[in-house]
């Protein structure tokens, strides 16, 4: 079975080398979905949300909402970000099983172990 929490942060970036609109600087609302599998604990749950929250929150929601992106990331494209919040996660030891990340309401990064 496979959990998954969605959280949202605000941000902007720029993407210099870009030909169309995304070379000036601007922001998006962010969307990303986290998603733990795995079988069922003794409480019958692969785990808790509460648990992901505590995590998402401290290693990405708090490092990245209301910053400048490019301050982070050389080349915050959604695919890099995406992967930057992959490895955060893995360093404080969260076992994602994919990742999504939306930019806008129709754009989206799926990034999957
Ligand atoms: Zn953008």
Redesign the pocket.
Known sequence: MTVARRYRFEAA???PWHPGK?RGL???SYVLEVHVSGSLDEHGMVMDFGEVDTVVDKHVLCVLDHTHLNEVLDNPT?ELVVAWIGERLDTAGLAWSSLRLW?TEDGSVLFER
């Open positions: 970036h720029q993407l995304c601007h922001g998006h959604a930019e």
